[in-house]
């Protein structure tokens, strides 16, 4: 392999890692975002006991979906990284790295999805975790009562987004 090829690579590959790292990076301004408003409303509030008891069960139920999400992602992440450094191993063949390649942009188009379908719901005002796997999509709702209604509600949103291409799970926690 000459050197302009080894160059190509070795840039295409830092290329390709960083701007997997930006896709995956969590937005920090809605972080601050929510923060600011949640104590904002607490100032407004007339019952500042009352609200922090709704709060403090808020913000629980809030970092178990955070969490929850970010297991996901940090497991995509891993994934990414494992074909990431087939791409960069040397000792690969072609065929192996145009694999890694491929199965590398689908993990992003999954980690698109994924954040389109959470952005989608939480305009709906339904706070969820989105995990797709290579044919299921598992939803999981948060801070919603179970019902029939509310889960044909999002497997409607959820399948006019990704099509038919995924089967839709929905579990309520």
């Known amino acids: 392999m000459n050197r302009q090829a080894l160059a190509f690579l070795t840039m295409f590959s830092l290329v390709l890692m960083l701007s997997v790292y930006y ?3 969590p937005s ?3 972080t ?3 923060d600011t408003q949640v104590a904002t409303v607490k100032k407004q ?9 709704e709060t403090t069960s808020e913000k629980e ?4 979906q955070e ?8 497991k995509k992440q891993e994934e990414m990284n494992e074909q990431s450094s087939v791409i960069a191993d040397e000792q690969a063949d072609e065929e192996e790295k145009q694999k890694a390649l491929a199965s590398l942009e689908v993990l992003k188009e999954q980690a698109n999805l994924q954040e389109t379908i959470i ?5 709906l005002n339904i706070e969820v975790a989105v995990e797709i796997n290579d044919t299921t999509c598992v939803v999981t709702v948060f801070k ?7 889960a044909k509600k999002i497997m409607d949103t959820v399948t006019s987004i990704t099509g038919k291409t995924y089967l839709i799970e929905i579990m309520f926690q």
């Open 23 to 25: 896709v995956t990076l």
């Open 28 to 30: 920090d301004t809605e």
């Open 32 to 34: 601050v975002m929510k």
């Open 45 to 53: 509030s007339k019952n500042e006991e009352e609200q922090q008891n």
């Open 61 to 64: 139920e809030q970092s178990e």
């Open 67 to 74: 969490k929850l999400q970010e297991n996901i992602e940090a």
């Open 119 to 123: 952005n989608t719901l939480k305009e």
């Open 144 to 150: 919603q009562q179970e019902s029939k209604e509310l």
